[in-house]
């Protein structure tokens, strides 16, 4: 797909109003569909850890999403996807995950994974159409009692360079 305003993928290095902004709108969506306990996504502050990257997507110069990669010795995990919805469909996250991908294979490794919410219909097809597919709990999940993750689902995709 093509975009006459090509979306513009920035690395974030500290927590601006537009970092804020956007994972404050996140957390408020995902509230509304989950429990507490179900919700996974890193803290502010953890989004700035070493093992970490995090990026925002521009589109005419505005924020209109965000997203990030968490780094383990043998996985990435996608971390804090967000697009804002008047801006959903025209390519956001696609080049998120696009850098995403990018920063995992720069880290040197070739899986990348995510949890998602079983509500989150736009996301999983988002996700399912770049090539993710179902996989088991991994990680920090396996220790998570079942009500933390009973409305997780877990992807994966196996990445080339």
């Given at each position: 797909m093509t975009f006459r305003n090509p979306v513009v993928v920035e690395l974030a290095a500290a927590?601006?109003?537009?970092?804020?902004?956007?994972?404050?709108?996140?957390?408020?969506e995902l509230a509304t569909q989950y429990s507490a306990e179900q919700r996974h996504g890193l803290k502010?502050?953890?989004i700035f850890a070493p093992h970490v990257r995090f990026f925002i997507a521009r589109l005419g110069g505005e924020a209109i999403g965000?997203?990030?990669?968490?780094?383990?010795?043998d996985f990435a995990e996608v971390k804090r996807m967000y697009v804002r919805a008047a801006f959903r469909g025209r390519?956001?996250?696609q080049a998120l995950l696009a850098r995403i991908e990018a920063e995992t294979l720069a880290a040197g490794l070739t899986t990348l994974r995510l949890e998602t919410g079983d509500r989150q219909g736009a996301a999983i097809r988002v996700y399912e159409a770049a090539g993710f597919r179902p996989?088991?709990?991994f990680g920090e999940y396996l220790a998570m009692e079942p009500a933390a993750v009973a409305t997780s689902l877990f992807f994966e995709k196996a990445l080339q360079a």
């Open positions: 927590p601006t109003d537009d970092v804020r902004a956007l994972v404050t709108e996140l957390e408020a502010l502050e953890a965000c997203g990030g990669v968490a780094l383990f010795p390519g956001g996250a996989c088991a709990a």
